[in-house]
Structure formats: C-alpha cells, structure tokens
C-alpha cells in the first residue's frame, strides 16, 4: 500500500524507474505505469465484470474494445460472463477480474496482494498460472503472498519478511531450497 501511495512512506524513497514517487497519489503512480490489485474488496460487485474492465481503464482515452477482448483472450471464464455482475463471480473469478482490471492499463509494474487469500487449491493453482502468464508477457510483478512455496517457485527474487524486516532474499530457487528457510517458513519437511 505504501509502495502503490494508498500509505504515506515514515522514511526512506521508493524508486520506480528510477523516479522517487515515495508520497506521490497512487492516482499519479498509475500514470505511471503501476498498477495494484488489493487482497479483499477489489471488485465493484454491482457492476458487471465488463464494467469493472471498463473502470479499470479510467485514464484510457478512445475505444476499449481491443483492450477489453486482450483481457478476456487471457482470462476467457470472464468472457463468458462479461455481463455478469461482479458479485456473484467466485473467489478465484473475482481475482481474475481485479488483475484484469489492473491490466487494462498495459502497466510496467503489477504489485499484487496475497492473490490467493480465501482460495480453494484448485482456484490457487488457476490464479497461479493467470499470474505467470502475465508476467510471461513482460510486466514485472511484485507479489505479496503467504503461499511462499507458490510464490518462490515463479519469483525471480524473492525476499522473506520478518516483522516486517527483510531477514531472508535470493533467487526464488535459492530461497526455496534453502535448508533454514525451509525450517523456519516452509516446514522443515517442505524444504
């Protein structure tokens, strides 16, 4: 939230393409090129999923249509109901949309919040994948997830917090197989 302007920074800078925005509205990091989807209450339930993409693209000027059927070539269970009131999508429907959402914007930088909260393991998977494939085509993620197995398996780099101290960052493979991160996070026989 700090990073994305939604909490103002105590000390220290945020660099973003070389930019401090440490303070700046997350309104002016969207234009930017950053974008954030939020843990909970990240879609507008009253609205259809077509509406919810069509907010996402607030500072698109000129038609939405190639915009919208990207996002809908990606995540095709929301073509399916693109008329469908947020609402009543399920869990892992409803994080397909916030991403879409986010992604209606083409940003450079996707920081997305424990995307997996609340998920059936099937819907986790899913929303695993829609997440790789989205970074696959070259928009850098910045994920925050307590599915740290998940998570260090796709992260290039990967950073363990502590009381929100960085104790522990590598290379998400590094970080996976290391035995004292395996004992103390992951369960020593997850290692």
Do not use: H, W
């Amino acid at each position: 939230k700090t990073v994305f302007g939604l909490l103002a920074p105590k000390s220290g800078k945020i660099l973003f393409k070389g930019e401090n925005i440490a303070g700046l509205k997350s309104d002016r990091i969207v234009q930017k090129g950053m974008c954030y989807v939020p843990q909970i209450a990240n879609v507008f339930a009253s609205l259809s999923v077509e509406e919810n993409l069509e907010m996402g693209a607030f500072i698109v000027s000129g038609s939405l249509k190639s915009l919208k059927e990207k996002i809908f070539n990606m995540f095709p269970v929301l073509a399916k109901r693109r008329r469908q009131r947020a609402g009543t999508l399920s869990g892992g429907e409803r994080q397909m949309l916030a991403m879409g959402r986010a992604l209606m914007l083409d940003p450079q930088l996707l920081l997305l919040d424990e995307p997996s909260a609340a998920l059936s393991p099937i819907l986790v998977n899913s929303v695993f994948e829609q997440i790789k494939a989205v970074n696959q085509n070259g928009i850098a993620i910045v994920l925050v997830e307590q599915n740290a197995k998940k998570a260090l398996l796709m992260a290039d780099r990967g950073y363990v917090l502590e009381n929100g101290c960085d104790r522990f960052e590598g290379s998400g493979q590094d970080l996976l197989n290391d035995p004292k991160i395996g004992e103390l996070y992951l369960g020593a026989s997850n290692r």
